[in-house]
């Protein structure tokens, strides 16, 4: 189980969140759901260690840490691949660098490449192919890294919304193949609730937890479910109340 | 090709003309200034007398720029991985631009003789600059997030230097070599010039000093021309090191 408790930051006199709790269950797939400049990054960059928090208590699986820089595994909006590597080398990127077995990792990888729709392209390079191919080749990096524990900092919000889905189903492997923990920040409110356990929403600065759904209808999702449609309208009202505060 | 791919040649084969021709009609002396026939027919009539001062020339730059890479790449790499060292070198280096550096060449000369080692150091002095300064604001200039995406992959100083920083800075790196590459000549024919026995600035003034103006251009020619060499040599190297598109 990830838990957070009591992070603080306050940057340049603003408060951008204080006493922020957060749990996620082992193998859960939580998705926070928020404005944009609502602090969600600032958080996702102090539990990376990219920044510190001012105060944050954090245990992983009941170990007490002072982040998760060498527990989670981390994507983003932006690829970040390496314009000098073929995708293939990209995604095996952190298995380079740690000291897993290179030919184990390569047969997974090439494994990953085939299901996500990505063979034939491994000694492409990242400019020969499009953002979506990349995205999913930033995937597989993510699944590389070999950690029980996966941050999605909005990775897909960067594509077009047909790719958009297709990738969506594609996270949804994250958890029902691979047995990941999950904390997704994002602003689409459908891609949350396709694909979450539970649905926290998130108010403007100062970052506070306003509502939470917790979501049991099975995946993969339809947006043709009724309750997910009630869902959606008291989300998106929650968000304009929030906007309008 | 399209007609703009033609313009330069053009552009010089009328000044060549303008050239000959204002020579031939003002009956301007080959001592003053010969036309641009003698200047080839010398260059390559005299290829026997000039190649072997070439060769020396030749050899004083490419050392210097093997010296100036063996120098300027680690200290880059050492003033990149310690800011604090940054801090406290990059005003001497700096300041040692504000040296007149082809001031120093009679200085050399004494010091170091009138063997190649002098030229090769003056050809040192002056590369060694361009290469550090560009390659180490190469460095920095890597994107943050790539950063955080090593760290979190627990990722060595080594391993980041080698797979992220150095092939990020591979481009201003090759920025920094072509303008090198392109002052070391100069470098290396002042070095000559002030005090020397062999190699081209050497023919240089020996054929100044006796009124053999076509054999000074033809000098001058083939230094353009070893220049020209050097610079497609690093365009070619290039090429061959960045195949990728910069981010």
């Known amino acids: ?245 | 090709m399209r007609p703009s791919n033609y313009l330069s040649p053009a552009l010089v084969a009328v000044i060549l003309v303008l050239w000959e021709g204002a020579v031939r009609l003002m009956e301007i002396p080959v001592f003053i200034l010969p036309p641009p026939s003698t200047i080839v027919v010398t260059a390559v009539g005299r290829a026997s007398l000039i190649l072997p001062h070439a060769a020396i020339t030749f050899a004083e730059i490419i050392l210097g720029i093997l010296l100036a890479l063996g120098t300027a790449i680690p200290l880059a790499t050492v003033m990149f991985a310690k800011p604090p060292l940054e801090k406290a070198l990059s005003p001497f280096l700096v300041a040692s631009q504000a040296i007149p550096v082809f001031a120093l060449a009679p200085l050399l000369v004494v010091w170091l003789g009138y063997g190649i080692a002098s030229k090769v150091f003056m050809a040192w002095i002056i590369i060694f600059f361009p290469i550090t300064v560009s390659l180490l604001s190469g460095l920095k200039n890597c994107d943050p997030e790539y950063r955080v995406l090593f760290r979190l992959m627990g990722a060595s100083f080594y391993d980041t230097f080698m797979l992220l920083y150095w092939p990020w800075a591979l481009p201003q790196f090759f920025a920094g070599l072509r303008v090198g590459v392109s002052v070391a000549t100069i470098g290396a024919v002042i070095g000559e010039w002030v005090g020397a026995q062999q190699g081209l600035g050497f023919l240089m003034i020996q054929s100044n000093a006796r009124l053999q103006v076509d054999l000074v251009f033809a000098v001058i020619l083939w230094l353009s021309a070893m220049g020209l060499v050097m610079w497609s040599l690093v365009g070619i190297l290039e090429k061959k090191m960045i195949k990728w598109k910069p981010i």
């Open chain 1, 1 to 245: 189980m990830l838990k957070i408790s009591g992070a603080a930051k306050i940057y340049g006199g603003q408060t951008i969140f204080s006493r922020f709790d957060l749990t996620v269950a082992q193998g859960q797939f939580n998705v926070l759901v928020g404005p944009s400049g609502c602090g969600k990054s600032t958080l996702f960059d102090g539990l990376t260690n990219v920044i510190s928090l001012d105060k944050m208590a954090l245990s992983w699986k009941g170990e007490a840490l002072p982040h998760l820089g060498c527990h989670a595994a981390y994507m983003q909006q932006k690829d970040l691949l390496l314009p000098w590597f073929s995708l293939l080398d990209n995604a095996l990127l952190p298995v380079k660098i740690g000291n897993q077995s290179l030919a184990a990792m390569t047969t997974m990888a090439e494994n990953l490449f085939s299901r996500m729709g990505l063979k034939g392209y491994e000694s492409h390079r990242p400019n020969e192919v499009s953002g979506g191919m990349r995205q999913r080749c930033a995937l597989v990096r993510t699944l590389m890294f070999n950690r029980d524990l996966i941050l999605l900092d909005e990775p897909l919000s960067a594509l077009d919304a047909i790719t958009r889905r297709r990738l969506q189903s594609l996270l949804l492997l994250l958890q029902t193949e691979f047995n990941k923990t999950i904390l997704m920040i994002t602003h689409d409110i459908e891609e949350a609730l396709l694909l979450a356990d539970e649905v926290y929403i998130l108010s403007p600065l100062p970052m506070v937890i306003t509502d939470r759904f917790v979501l049991d209808q099975e995946k993969p999702r339809k947006f043709t479910d009724p309750r997910l449609l009630e869902i959606k309208e008291k989300v998106l009202a929650q968000l304009q109340e929030g906007a309008h505060r």
